[in-house]
């Protein structure tokens, strides 16, 4: 009988919508919630059985029994019927997760779905109020301690403001909202909810560092900052597809790590420092939660003098993995500690310059010294 209801549920996966995890993606799912009728990754099957069997009850359709109206019920149902129907509405700056994603973007985008029935109910959609107000953990610029700051976000006078004193009158910092990204960044916080705020200081990166205790009160904020973004940059670019402003609300990072270092001279050593990869944009730091990058290269086109390599130029040292990062103005010798992380920097570095660089890549690029 485990059997039959295995193959029949194998059957009813390769339905079209059924191949994928309702909530994530994931390709091939091995478990379900069966009172919902999805099918569902390991992960996300995590998640809906934190929910309380009253919201979703969770079966593997190979190690579990099956009875017959639990299998018709995933026949009726599946996976196309359960969107149709928990992602009505949907706001377009909402950030949907997909399986690689972080998990509390996963979580909260679960809960929010079937738990709090954000997106059938649109008065729930606060965060796209174009205000946000309330307290987060910030990692302060010198002592490095996480103390809690009161935060203001305002759509209309596109501005995220932070105050350092609960009764202060003017704000510690006053950022831009169509000038800053936002990520996800738990495991260099040590936060499940840890976030990155990232703005152009004076022509230098700034970092912000921030973490809430509910995951919930996170991605609300993140899908604020997102919602405010879209319409301040509607005004601002008018005609221009919606798609392609949602695409450029906010960038994750291509990859981020430790890695070794020399000057720009023969026999300088190499430095251990913590490299994030933004975009066009390479940036070095001594601790991965400095504010401020210790330094900053451009990835040009591959075309104008820019190119990774294997190896050292002749007279550097050498030592691990080394590779090196030609740009017009001089040549970055890096080193990984193991032969894949080695493979892995020199793809993603040759994928980012092999792209021409777009109207914002090149305006963006007068900013480095
Ligand atoms: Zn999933």
């Not at 209309?156 to 403001?161: D, H, Q, R, V």
């Not at 040590?190 to 560092?209: A, K, M, P, V, W």
């Not at 990774?308 to 550097?316: D, I, L, N, S, T």
Request: hydrophobic share 30%.
């Amino acid at each position: 009988m485990a059997d039959k209801s295995y193959k029949f549920l194998l059957d009813l996966r390769q339905k079209p919508g059924n191949n994928a995890c309702a909530d994530c993606g994931e390709s091939d799912p091995e478990w379900t919630s069966w009172n919902l009728g999805v099918f569902l990754c390991e992960g996300c099957a995590g998640v809906h059985r934190s929910l309380g069997a009253h919201i979703s009850k969770v079966k593997s359709i190979r190690l579990d029994k099956w009875e017959e109206d639990q299998l018709r019920l995933m026949e009726s149902e599946g996976n196309i019927k359960c969107q149709e129907k928990y992602e009505q509405q949907v706001p377009p700056s909402y950030r949907r997760p997909c399986s690689t994603d972080v998990q509390v973007l996963k979580e909260q985008w679960i809960r929010a779905k079937y738990e709090r029935l954000e997106f059938t109910n649109p008065e729930k959609q606060t965060y796209l109020s174009g205000r946000k107000e309330g307290y987060m953990w910030k990692r302060g610029k010198d002592n490095n301690k996480f103390q809690s700051r009161r935060f203001v976000l305002s759509e209309t006078e596109n501005t995220l403001k932070y105050y350092n004193k609960e009764d202060a009158k003017t704000p510690k910092a006053t950022l831009k909202i169509d000038q800053i990204n936002v990520t996800f960044v738990p495991d260099k916080i040590g936060n499940l909810n840890g976030l990155q705020i990232t703005y152009d200081n004076e022509g230098s990166t700034r970092n912000l560092f921030l973490y809430t205790e509910e995951g919930k009160d996170i991605v609300d904020w993140y899908n604020a900052i997102r919602s405010a973004k879209l319409n301040i940059l509607r005004v601002a670019f008018p005609g221009t597809d919606d798609e392609e402003l949602i695409s450029n609300l906010t960038r994750d990072f291509l990859k981020e790590g430790w890695l070794y270092k020399t000057g720009p001279n023969k026999g300088d050593a190499f430095k251990k420092r913590w490299f994030t990869l933004d975009n066009r944009k390479l940036m070095y730091y001594p601790d991965p939660l400095d504010p401020f990058p210790k330094g900053e290269v451009f990835l040009g086109y591959k075309n104008k003098g820019n190119a990774v390599r294997e190896g050292v130029p002749p007279g550097f040292k050498t030592q691990g993995y080394p590779f090196t990062i030609k740009t017009p103005e001089r040549n970055f010798v890096l080193s990984a500690e193991y032969e894949d992380e080695q493979s892995q920097w020199m793809e993603i570095l040759k994928f980012v310059i092999e792209k021409p660089l777009t109207p914002q890549d090149s305006s963006s690029r007068f900013r480095y010294k």
